[in-house]
Structures are given as structure tokens and as C-alpha cells.
């Protein structure tokens, strides 16, 4: 049975840093991928981690998080990261885990598991 579970939110004050986790069980994927939703907004594409071969990784990021965002991956813990610094309000959102078979996907319908979500909450 797959699980994926996010860690690591909280509320932070403008220009801090959060690292969120998420720990996936049952197997692993070749991608990861991070997902944000704010109240009344849709769903949207964050960062995502991928795999090509045991030793190569390639990361993708939303325009509006790239360089100050990160995302990473423990293979020995089979879990994901995303680092995330120089935080702004609208950051703000339920951060949600996701992991597929595919390849640098950044919608949504790709990915075929997903973890509850963890609330980050950044003030001004």
C-alpha cells in the first residue's frame, strides 16, 4: 500500500525558510512532485524531482519559486524535500506531495499518488 506523508509546515514570517518532507512508503517512484493550493485557487505545479537512471536526477520548478526553492530526494529514507527560502505571503497554501511513473511532469493529472498536504502559512 502507498503512503506519502508531508511534514514540515508551520507558520513563518516573510523572508524565512521552511523545509517541508515527504516520506513515501509501499515502493518507490520516479518522480516526485510538489503541488500548492491556496484558498480559492486551483491546484498548481511547484517543483519536481525525476529520475532518468539510478544516478541521474533532474529537478523542474515553477517560475514564480525558482532560485528559491529546492527540492531533493533520500533515496535511503525514500524521501523528498523541498527547501524553501526567501518565503512571501503568497507562498501561502496547502503544500501537497505527489509521485508518479513518468518523467519532468508538471500537472497534476500525472501523478498518481498523493499525500494529505501540510499547511504553510507565511505573514507579512
Not at 9 to 27: D, I, N, P, Y
Not at 73 to 85: E, F, G, H, P, S
Not at 90 to 103: I, K, N, P, R
Amino acid at each position: 500500500q502507498v503512503q506519502l506523508v508531508e511534514s514540515g509546515g508551520g507558520l513563518v514570517q516573510a523572508g524565512g525558510s521552511l523545509r517541508l518532507s515527504c516520506a513515501a512508503s509501499g515502493r518507490t517512484f520516479r518522480a516526485y512532485g510538489w503541488f500548492r493550493q491556496a484558498p480559492g485557487k486551483e491546484r498548481e505545479f511547484v517543483a519536481a524531482i525525476s529520475s532518468s537512471n539510478a544516478w541521474t536526477y533532474y529537478t523542474d520548478y515553477a517560475d514564480s519559486v525558482k532560485g528559491r526553492f529546492t527540492t531533493s530526494r533520500d533515496n535511503a529514507k525514500n524521501t523528498v524535500y523541498l527547501q524553501m527560502n526567501s518565503l512571501k505571503p503568497e507562498d501561502t497554501a496547502v503544500y501537497y506531495c505527489a509521485a508518479g511513473l513518468g518523467f519532468r511532469q508538471k500537472t497534476a493529472a500525472a501523478y498518481d499518488y498523493w499525500g494529505h498536504g501540510t499547511q504553510v502559512t507565511v505573514s507579512s
